[in-house]
Structures are given as structure tokens and as C-alpha cells.
């Protein structure tokens, strides 16, 4: 995992200017803190911080290397998990590797496979090729999103990079907000737009789309999607294929030159990562770390909820016991996780989701004493139907993202002449119908496969999105990589046309999933009611960042300038609901409201209407 970085132009050489480039490259040193490398060409110049997981010593970027005299380099941050049946393909091609890093495969993929590359990769990628035969940079960005890619144009030049702090370093690139950024923020976030890097005239190549910029201009497009299939299958032999897909894709990325371990809550999503883990190192005589997560005060201010019904402390030591692993249980104090709000802010370059963010940033933090890769349990929920909204009726047909119980939760704290709240709730509903709209459907679906299908769709393209962009975010800053099995997307290419009755089978949410690891997991485990990334109950974090928040309010600047004075002491003092996906209630809301003011003063940003 690493960070790329780089400026391409075809008209203007002197815009290629290697200081500029070396101050983008060096806000993104965490992502990479292993080493560093340049190079320019005569229409791109290209900067990489390495985070060295396989081949330590010979992986380094960026990587040129010359077939049939023709001149290629790439940047690339990512991990391919079939780099070993690519490599012996690619050598039967004619093709003589010199090291043993997926770099290279990556690179000689797209040597060989040309455009086509992309389809041919499993795994997490965002990469950029200077193909000096064909006078253009090649680019691609793997099927979920998993891996960032930022990009922004300046007169004649493509700024790129994996980090939106790193184009914001541009001296051309000013930190603009325009109404559509500032209404992804109240309204959508941490949700954003696929394509919309919420600052003014930056952007962000598509989840699955890949394309080139040359003299003619950018040209992107999608790669992959997904293709609906009315499929008749029993629920044995679901299960049995779904099983032999997840081992498939975990044991692919347990491959690691440096330390590795797995993050265990006791759910069923990382008992099934760390089981199938723990059997594959036992295999080698090895014994696997797992880590759990938890905060100071939590056994003492718990409070059950539908979206979080237990807590994870005694299920994941349970679990780690019964499979046998180096377990640690890593507690977040209260302090830090108000405090780490504002490098949540810096590592996430907007606004993102407080504690739930705060908290991930410590954890990793720690983590990274000890282990450089990870593998996490997310995804799952999206792909095989675990959430609520996907059998919750008055979740389901609501005119709204369903994972935002209240749309007006945010936007109504603020001056209405400022944010325009109909105009805005009206931006954000447009967008979820015409994601509705764009899901693909055979047309012969049963009202509960349409809806399954919708619900995937909406799930995997916007809440896990998010999900992935935080933990990318939040790792990276240590400089901790963390692979996500479950977003292998034969997975979901295999799940989203299994039939709704199958994976909800016996009104049990990821029936599909459960049935499918029954040999590797524990009842106790296996049929566990779902609970999501835990968050803090202690009432010392609301009141520690309400002050804050107050403090700030007090001292003016320009959330000060926008908020509604009398909503925000109505909510201060109101009851306490969840507003967002399962987490986020009034101290979240409060801390997010401390970040947006932290995010207005750390990146100068100023709102233009």
C-alpha cells in the first residue's frame, strides 16, 4: 500500500515542475513511510511513498521497464490477490520478471493486456502507466473504490494523486466549496457522490473505471459492473459455492512479506475472516494475532439499541479462544478519542463520522506497533443483505437513502439563506432516485429480489463506499494496510443473484453467509445478531466535545457564521436519536459538527454560492 502522486501535461513542459510535485507527494508520507521516488518524462512527471508489504527490497516506485523498446512506468497503491496466476500467464507471453512484487505484475499486465488490464486484476488498485509508444497515461481504479484516486485539471495539466489533500497543494488549486459540496456534506456525508471529491473542480475516478489522458483530453469509463441473472440454485449448493469463494478470496490475501493480522469483533463477518485465518496458519505452524476494539467506559454506559444490541468484548475474547489466536483487546480512552477529531479531519481531507473515525485512527495507531497488514470483516453486510434496510418495510420505501433515518438532521442547524434546505433535501433525493434508477435488473425479478437487488445496489455503491474510504483513510495515516476479503467482487458478482429466500432464508438476515461457514464457526457465533464497529456510550465524550464545540462557536469563524442559533441549542438540549446508518446519534452529530469547524480552519476552505 502507498500513495501516488503526479502532474501530466502535453502542451506545457515547465508545468511539470518537480518542487511542486515533491510538496503534493510529501502531505501523503504516512501512506507510504518506507521510501519515496520520481521521475519525468517529457509529458509527465510522477511521485510515489512506498509502504513496503511484498518484496521489500526490489518493489520500489515508480517502476519503468522497457518491452519491444517501448517505455513504460507506473505508480501504483493497491494489492493483487491472483498476482501469481497473472505472473505465470504474463510469462508464457514472453514476459521475464525481476522481482517478486505485484508492482511489476500490474505493469507488464497492462504491457500486455493493454486498456483491458483492469478486467484481468483481482484485487485493490489505483494505478497510473506512462505509455511513452502510445504518448498517454493509463489509469484505473479496482470495482469497489477500495483504493483512492483524486484528480483535477489546470489549464493544459492532470493533476493526480490519493489524496485530496495532496491536489489541494497545487498552487493552482483553490479550496472551494460550492453549494452541490456543501450539500453532499450536510445532507449526504459520509456518504459522497461517486466522481465528486466535494472541493470545487476536484474529482475522483469512479469505482471500477479506468481510462487515459493524452492530447486528445481525458476519456474514463467503466470497466465492470454488475450483470443481473434470474438464477435457480438450492440454498445447499449456494452455500457451498459462497464458502468456496470466501476461502478462495481470504487465503489470497493472507499473503504478506511483513507482519499480519486480522481485526476480530466476535461478529460473524470477522469470525469468518479470522477462522478461516487461524486454519490456514495453524496449516503452517503459526499461531494468528487478532485484535478487538473497545472504549473506556463502555461495560458501565452501554446502552442496547436495535443497531447495536450487544457489546463485542466478551464474544470476540470467546471466539479468539475457541480459534486459538494471539488475541488483544484494545481499549480507546475517552480523551483520545476527542482529541484524535482533528487528525481524523487531516487524514479524511473532509468532515467525516467523529468517534467512529476518531476511535479507528487510534486503533490503528497501536496496530501498527506490531503488524503492517490487516484483514477486517467489512463489506459483508452490504453484499449478502445485512443491514435493516433490507427487510425493514418502512426502511425499504422510503423516498431516501434508508441508512440516513433523518435527512434534515444536519441542515436544519444552519441559516436557511445559507444552505437552502429544500433545494438541497431536493439535491440529495434526486440523487437517490436516479441511483435507483441505474440498478441493474432483469425485469422479471420478484418484488423481494427487486428489492434486494435495490438494496444491494444502493448499499454497495454508497454506504460501503464510505465504509472503504474511512478505513483507507484511517489505517493509511499509521501507515497500516488493511484488506478487506469480502469485497472480492466474484462475491458479489456470485451473491446478487442469489434469490432473496435463500439469503434471507427463515427470516434470518445473512442466512446465506451463516449457512455457508456452519463448519468453521460456532453456533454461539454463527447465529450472532448483528453489531457494527462499536462507538463510545461514555457521557464524558458528549460533554467534552459539546464544549468544544461551544468553545469554538464562541470564539466565531465560519461555522459560527452559518449556524442557526436557536436549532442548535434546541438539538444541544433535545432528545437523543440516531440520525445516520447505525452509530450516529446526538454526541456523533455534535463531534461532526466540531470536525466541519476544524475542516473549514485546517484547509481554508471557503463556501461560494
Keep these: ?138 489509469m484505473a481504479r479496482d470495482r469497489f473504490g477500495v483504493k483512492p484516486f483524486f484528480y483535477a485539471k489546470v489549464g493544459s495539466s492532470l493533476l493526480i494523486a490519493s489524496e485530496i489533500k495532496a491536489i489541494l497543494k497545487h498552487p493552482k488549486i483553490k479550496p472551494q466549496i460550492d453549494r452541490e459540496g456543501l450539500w453532499q456534506l450536510l445532507f449526504l456525508s459520509p456518504c459522497t457522490v461517486n466522481g465528486s471529491g466535494v472541493f470545487k473542480d476536484i474529482s475522483e475516478i469512479k469505482p471500477a473505471f479506468c481510462g487515459s489522458f493524452s492530447k486528445k483530453g481525458l476519456r474514463l469509463y467503466r470497466y465492470w459492473s454488475l450483470k443481473p441473472e434470474d438464477t435457480e440454485i438450492s440454498s445447499l449448493d449456494a452455500a457451498l459455492h459462497t464458502k468456496e469463494l470466501l476461502l478462495d478470496a481470504v487465503n489470497r490475501q493472507l499473503v504478506s512479506d511483513v507482519p499480519l493480522a486480522v481485526l476480530l469483533s466476535g461478529g460473524l463477518d470477522s469470525s469468518v475472516v479470522s477462522a478461516i485465518s487461524s486454519k490456514n496458519y495453524r496449516s503452517q505452524g503459526k499461531v494468528l494475532s487478532t485484535y478487538s476494539f473497545e472504549y473506556e467506559g463502555n461495560k458501565k454506559n452501554f446502552k442496547s439499541s436495535l443497531f447495536q444490541p ?13 480459534l486459538g489466536t494471539n488475541h488483544t483487546v484494545l481499549t480507546a480512552p475517552t480523551k483520545e478519542v476527542s482529541a484524535r477529531l482533528f487528525d481524523a479531519v487531516k487524514a479524511r481531507d473532509i468532515p467525516g463520522q467523529a468517534d467512529i473515525d476518531s476511535s479507528l485512527l487510534y486503533f490503528c495507531s497501536k496496530i501498527k506497533e506490531n503488524h503492517t497488514v490487516v484483514l477486517s470483516g467489512e463489506c459483508a453486510d452490504e453484499i449478502f443483505g445485512g443491514y435493516p434496510w433490507f427487510y425493514k418495510e418502512e426502511m425499504l420505501y422510503s423516498d431516501f437513502f434508508p441508512w440516513i433515518h ?49 438494496a444491494t445496489w444502493l448499499s454497495v455503491n454508497w454506504f460501503m463506499t464510505s465504509l472503504l474510504e474511512r478505513k483507507d483513510r484511517m489505517s493509511m495515516y499509521s501507515g497500516l494496510e488493511v484488506r478487506v476479503p469480502f469485497s472480492d467482487h466474484r462475491i458479489l458478482e456470485f451473491v446478487y443473484n442469489v434469490p432473496w429466500s435463500i439469503k434471507f432464508e427463515n427470516g434470518v438476515e445473512k442466512a446465506l453467509l451463516r449457512k455457508a461457514m456452519t463448519d468453521y464457526l460456532p453456533e454461539k457465533i454463527l447465529y450472532r445478531k448483528k453489531s457494527p464497529y462499536p462507538k463510545t456510550h461514555n457521557p464524558k465524550y458528549e460533554k467534552a466535545v459539546k464544549k468544544e464545540l461551544l468553545r469554538r462557536i464562541k470564539s466565531g469563524g465560519a461555522l459560527a457564521e452559518m449556524l442557526d442559533k436557536k436549532s442548535l441549542n434546541s438539538f444541544l438540549h433535545g432528545e437523543n436519536t440516531t440520525w445516520f446508518g447505525q452509530l450516529m446519534s446526538r454526541p456523533q452529530l455534535i463531534a461532526w459538527l466540531l470536525q466541519l469547524d476544524m475542516w473549514f480552519e485546517i484547509y481554508d476552505a471557503w463556501l461560494i454560492t
Excluded at 310 to 322: E, I, N, R
Excluded at 420 to 448: F, H, Q, V
Design 310 to 322: 450487544q457489546g463485542d468484548d466478551d464474544f470476540a475474547l470467546w471466539t479468539a479462544q475457541k
Design 406 to 454: 433523518s435527512p434534515l438532521a444536519r441542515a436544519n442547524l444552519f441559516k436557511d439563506d445559507i444552505v437552502r434546505i429544500k433545494d438541497g433535501y431536493s439535491y440529495a433525493s434526486a440523487l437517490y432516485k436516479a441511483s435507483l434508477n441505474e440498478c441493474p435488473l432483469t425485469g422479471e425479478e420478484t418484488p423481494d429480489m427487486k428489492t434486494a437487488r435495490q
Design 1 to 138: 500500500m502507498c500513495s501516488i502522486c503526479g502532474i501530466i501535461d502535453f502542451e506545457t513542459k515547465g508545468n511539470l515542475n518537480t518542487q511542486i510535485l515533491e510538496n503534493m507527494n510529501s502531505t501523503m508520507k504516512s501512506r507510504g513511510p518506507d521510501d519515496n521516488g520520481f521521475l519525468s518524462c517529457q509529458f509527465a512527471a510522477f511521485a510515489h511513498n512506498r509502504l513496503a508489504v511484498m518484496d521489500v527490497e526490489k518493489g520500489k516506485q515508480p517502476m519503468t521497464r522497457t518491452f519491444d523498446g517501448n517505455t513504460y512506468t507506473i505508480i501504483y497503491n493497491g494489492e493483487i490477490y491472483n498476482f501469481r496466476e497473472l505472473r505465470a500467464d504474463l510469462e508464457k507471453e514472453g514476459i521475464t520478471f525481476s522481482t517478486n512484487c505485484d508492482t511489476e505484475v500490474v505493469l507488464y499486465s497492462y504491457i500486455v493486456y493493454g486498456e483491458e488490464c483492469p478486467k484481468h486484476l483481482n484485487g485493490i488498485f489505483a494505478f497510473a502507466v506512462i505509455d511513452e509508444k502510445e504518448n498517454k497515461v493509463f
